[in-house]
C-alpha cells in the first residue's frame, strides 16, 4: 500500500517552454502533497506543500509563479514548470501524507527534468 | 531553528560488519524522527521512523534506530551490511507547518558497502 506514482519519469524540454509533472496517490487519499527538488547527491528542497482544494504554500525563495503547484483532487496534484530554463535541469520528487496522520510521508519514483 | 545534521557525507563499510549512519536533531518539542534511503533516480524509501515509546526502533531491511534524547542523536544502525545497502541515506525530523507539518531533511550520508 501507500503508493506514489509520478509521470513523466524522464522529460526533456527546449528552453523556455513549459512541462506539467503529475503526482498521484495510488491507493489512498492524500490531504497534503509536497514538492521537493533534488540536486546530485544532495538532499531534498522543499518547494511547496499544496492542501487539496486551496492553494500552495510556497518556501522561501521558491517562485510560485514559475514552479504552478496545483492540488485538484485527493488523489493528484501537479507542477508546472514554466518558462523552463536550463538551471531548472533538476530531479524532481513528490510526496503525499495520508489523511489518517500516520505522520509518513510516501514518496514518488521522481522526475528527472532536462532543459535544453 | 530547527534543522537535521548528518556529519559524514559517506560511510565505507565491508560486508558483514556493522554500520552505523549518525544523525543529530536540534527542534523545540518533542521531535519526530525519520530514516530514509534513496537508491540512483529513485524516489525515497521509508525504512523507520520514532514517535514516541521505545527508544529503539526497528524498521525495514534489518535497519533499527536508537533514539538519544540527552545526546539529540538518532542513528541509524545495521549488524550485519550487505553489498545491496549501498545508497543514500536520509534523516528527517517533522516540524510543525501549516496544518500538520513537514520533514527537514539532513544532507545525506552516502553509505558503501563493500564485498
Known amino acids: 500500500g501507500a503508493v506514489v506514482s509520478q509521470h513523466p519519469s524522464r522529460v526533456i524540454c527546449k528552453s523556455g517552454t513549459s512541462v506539467k509533472i503529475e503526482c498521484r496517490s495510488l491507493d489512498f487519499q492524500a490531504t497534503t502533497m509536497f514538492w521537493y527538488r533534488q540536486f546530485p547527491k544532495k538532499s531534498l528542497m522543499l518547494m511547496a506543500t499544496s492542501n487539496e482544494g486551496s492553494k500552495a504554500t510556497y518556501e522561501q525563495g521558491v517562485e510560485k509563479d514559475k514552479f504552478l503547484i496545483n492540488h485538484a483532487s485527493l488523489t493528484l496534484s501537479t507542477l508546472t514548470v514554466t518558462s523552463a530554463h536550463p538551471e531548472d535541469s533538476s530531479f524532481y520528487i513528490c510526496?503525499?501524507?495520508?489523511?489518517?496522520?500516520?505522520?509518513?510521508?510516501?514518496f514518488g519514483p521522481g522526475t528527472r527534468l532536462t532543459v535544453t | 531553528a530547527q534543522s537535521v545534521a548528518q556529519p559524514e557525507d559517506q560511510v565505507n563499510v565491508a560486508e558483514g560488519n556493522p554500520l552505523t549512519v549518525k544523525c543529530t536533531y536540534s527542534v523545540s518539542g518533542n521531535p519526530y524522527l525519520f530514516w530514509y534511503v534513496q537508491y540512483p533516480n529513485r524516489g525515497l524509501q521509508f525504512l523507520l521512523k520514532y514517535i514516541t515509546g521505545d527508544n529503539l526502533v526497528k524498521g525495514s531491511y534489518g535497519f533499527e534506530a536508537e533514539f538519544n534524547k540527552s545526546q539529540t542523536s538518532f542513528h541509524l544502525k545495521k549488524p550485519s551490511a550487505l553489498v545491496s545497502d549501498s545508497a543514500l541515506y536520509f534523516c528527517?525530523?517533522?516540524?510543525?507547518?501549516?496544518?500538520?507539518?513537514?520533514?527537514?531533511f539532513g544532507q545525506g550520508t552516502e553509505l558503501s558497502v563493500k564485498p
Open positions: 528527517a525530523v517533522r516540524v510543525y507547518y501549516n496544518q500538520g507539518g513537514k520533514l527537514i
Open positions: 510526496s503525499a501524507r495520508t489523511t489518517g496522520g500516520g505522520y509518513e510521508q510516501y
